[in-house]
């Protein structure tokens, strides 16, 4: 089992929906869990850390679920900048940063 | 620019060749990674420092693999005897401590022909 799993995607929405992605992940020790997004040939970048509480960030939210060991993304109001490949990621003792294999949304006009 | 950056962007090499690649993370920044990514994945840890210090290498990291930091500045990660599997990205990652956010460099993209 991967540490990290995230859905396959691909995710194709129309401009204005709402879209969710689900991860889980596999050590139960894990402290520190992030969403970071990538765009086709760059390199990642931070999109939003996630609480224990939850979190929103604009049209971002963020969920941790530690007794399921799940997180999830919600993207409002898609715009057709939102198009990238997100990223889960998990941190277990503040250390190394594990990621899963990125969710790829597109959307279109 | 004081991002993370690394050299070379792009390496071809022939299978069996040795190759290195560096790594200057953003001054002060004490963390440094190194992930490969392929294809359609995500990145793969393959080992960090602390400051100086290696503190993890992955099972990825086989004994062809050889990364340092010597003066807690800039890294370099070195392959030797490159082959075809090796062919990859390899991004360098820095953060100011382990609870703050990891910058990415924009990567080296290794080719093993």
């Known amino acids: 089992r991967k540490e990290v799993e995230q859905d396959p995607g691909p995710f194709n929405v129309p401009e204005g929906a709402t879209v969710a992605f689900n991860c889980t992940y596999s050590?139960?020790?894990?402290?520190?869990f992030f969403w970071y997004r990538q765009d086709c040939r760059k390199e990642p970048k931070l999109l939003m850390s996630v609480y224990s509480s939850g979190n929103e960030d604009g049209r971002f939210t963020a969920q941790l679920n530690r007794a399921s060991q799940y997180i999830s993304l919600l993207i409002r109001d898609s715009k057709l900048s939102d198009s990238a490949t997100y990223l889960c990621v998990v941190s277990h003792n503040n250390n190394d940063m594990r990621f899963g294999a990125g969710t790829r949304l597109t959307v279109k006009p | 620019d004081t991002g993370v950056s690394q050299d070379p962007r792009h390496k071809i090499t022939k299978r069996g060749q040795n190759v290195t690649f560096r790594c200057d993370p953003i001054?002060?920044?004490?963390?440094l990674y190194w992930y490969r990514q392929t294809l359609g994945q995500g990145p793969e840890f393959l080992t960090y420092?602390?400051?100086?210090?290696?503190?993890?290498k992955s099972r990825l990291l086989s004994d062809r693999f050889s990364a340092e930091r010597p003066k807690g500045s800039f890294s370099t990660l070195e392959i030797q005897r490159t082959e075809q599997g090796d062919s990859a990205m390899y991004l360098c990652?820095?953060?100011?401590?382990?609870?703050?956010?990891?910058?990415f460099g924009q990567g080296t993209r290794l080719t093993v022909v």
């Open positions: 420092f602390q400051n100086e210090a290696q503190l993890e």
């Open positions: 050590n139960s020790a894990s402290q520190s």
């Open positions: 001054s002060e920044h004490n963390r």
């Open positions: 990652a820095s953060s100011f401590d382990r609870y703050s956010e990891a910058f």
